[in-house]
């Protein structure tokens, strides 16, 4: 789940910097997820299923789910993206 999160942030913040900065975009995902709490999270998913699984797993409101880097930190940017 954490992937899925990583990677729809990923691309928000990376449309935000008009698709130019794909590294500084990654690392405000990496940022926002690991502080974001199930209750931020379920807000951002918009999926009735996904969010129902989501609150199966992590049932508690103010857990930081993805705090630990295990979730995040093995995604990194190299390279050009031209």
Do not use: H
């Amino acid at each position: 789940m954490a992937s899925f999160f990583l990677m729809r942030k990923l691309y928000e913040e990376w449309s935000e910097l008009q698709f130019t900065n794909l590294a500084e975009a990654l690392r405000r995902s990496q940022a926002w997820l690991k502080t974001k709490t199930s209750s931020d999270l379920v807000e951002f998913i918009q999926d009735k299923e996904l969010e129902f699984a989501f609150l199966q797993r992590y049932p508690d409101q103010n857990l930081k789910p993805f705090e630990n880097p295990y979730y995040w930190a093995s995604w990194s940017y190299s390279g050009s993206i031209n």
